[in-house]
């Protein structure tokens, strides 16, 4: 799993700590690698390169920058770009492509990691992995 370019991303944590986007990336890293090594079978491997991040809602241009919080609304969905290459054991290639994962209804949908300040990406992650896991299983 790899950030291509995260000093580029459109909105991977406050625009003025780079810590907390350092930590924002290790979190969604981390969650990315534990949630696909529950779902890939056996033999098979799968490389993601993370293009892009815009985090559910924004620090809105009113607000001062003492007192910055981010504004969680509907108009502000989460967006994560990435590519990526599902490969078996042997380097067969069994899927790869890009995909843009958006979630306009995330407010609608109940909370899966209460708590958390990235569960809205975390959950957006888990759906892709399952969608595009379970799609191959299908196949075969």
């Known amino acids: ?4 370019k995260p000093e580029d991303f459109t909105d991977a944590g406050h625009p003025h700590a780079l810590v907390d986007r350092k930590a924002n990336l290790e ?6 690698v534990r949630q ?3 779902l890939l079978p056996a033999g098979e491997s799968l490389a993601i390169f993370v293009t892009d991040v815009d ?4 620090y809105e241009p009113t607000q001062r920058y003492s007192n910055e ?9 989460p967006r994560i770009d990435l590519r990526f290459k599902l ?3 042997d380097g067969t290639v069994v899927k790869e492509g890009e995909r843009t994962l958006r979630d306009p209804g995330f407010l609608m949908a109940p909370s899966r990691y209460l708590g958390d300040n990235l569960g809205y990406e975390k959950a957006m992650l888990d759906d892709w992995l399952h969608e595009e896991l379970q799609a191959q299983r299908a196949r075969r």
């Open 36 to 38: 696909a090594e529950k």
């Open 27 to 32: 979190s969604l890293r981390n969650h990315l």
């Open 69 to 77: 919080i981010r504004v969680v609304k509907d108009i502000y969905p």
């Open 55 to 58: 985090l559910a809602g924004a």
């Open 87 to 89: 490969t078996r054991a």
């Open 1 to 4: 799993m790899e950030f291509v």
